[in-house]
């Protein structure tokens, strides 16, 4: 079955970009995710890319995929104290299968 | 706008004892999925239904059974509840069959189950 595998934590100093990243096994996913999740709440769809697309773009959020790697990637550009949380990736064959997350902590 | 509504949002219960936790998703939204996220860990998928009818099965225990009523809102019922059940039930939904196509799954707050 699919595994998605993520680096466990991530600390950057406010105002510099992050880049979270995400290997998948299962080269039939079709859409990859990626969600937030701030402490004792839900998860929050960021964004997400369908698997023939390489970039996608969404304010200060860059997706990138490496299909051919499996590799995708999560940048947020100018990074702010609010985005601390733990972020996951997911991918979609028949049913969503989440990453183990990437907690990222910002500094001032 | 609306969002998925769980609740209870904390229950507290002890080993053996049963447990209901209710979904009521978006509204028009078809499809409702459970997950299950233990402390530290990622969220996994326990079941899903579209229009009513299990779409889908992942890890959940026997204990546990699902369903979603002629309104679509779900409901998860635990029974003989083990302290290893102690997690964050998240509920989500969707509009649209699972496996055609994007579908952004939305994501209640969670309940957060303690069993003690």
């Known amino acids: 079955g699919e595994d998605v595998e993520q680096s466990l934590f991530l600390s950057v100093r406010e105002g510099d970009s992050s880049v979270i990243n995400c290997t998948y096994t299962?080269?039939?996913?079709?859409?990859l995710y990626w969600y937030k999740q701030e402490p004792g709440a839900g998860l929050q769809l960021l964004t997400y890319?369908?698997?023939?697309?390489d970039m996608k773009q969404d304010q200060r959020l860059t997706v990138l995929l490496n299909k051919k790697d499996k590799h995708l990637s999560l940048r947020i550009a100018d990074t702010q104290t609010g985005d601390s949380a733990i972020y996951f990736c997911?991918?979609?064959?028949?049913?969503?299968?989440f990453g183990t997350g990437t907690r990222l902590q910002v500094f001032p | 706008a609306a969002g998925v509504i769980q609740s209870p949002r904390h229950l507290i219960k002890e080993k053996r004892e049963t447990a209901t936790l209710k979904c009521y998703p978006i509204p028009r939204h078809d499809t409702v999925y459970w997950y299950q996220q233990g402390p530290g860990q990622d969220p996994q998928f326990l079941i899903s239904f579209y229009e009513k009818m299990q779409s889908d099965k992942g890890s959940i225990p026997d204990r546990f059974s699902a369903q979603q009523f002629s309104d679509y809102h779900s409901e998860l019922n635990m029974s003989s509840l083990e302290l290893g059940d102690s997690a964050l039930y998240f509920c989500a939904s969707s509009l649209g069959a699972p496996g055609t196509g994007l579908y952004e799954q939305y994501f209640g707050p969670g309940t957060r189950l303690t069993v003690t």
């Open positions: 997911a991918a979609k064959t028949d049913k969503l299968i």
């Open positions: 890319i369908f698997s023939n697309m």
């Open positions: 299962d080269s039939s996913s079709t859409y």
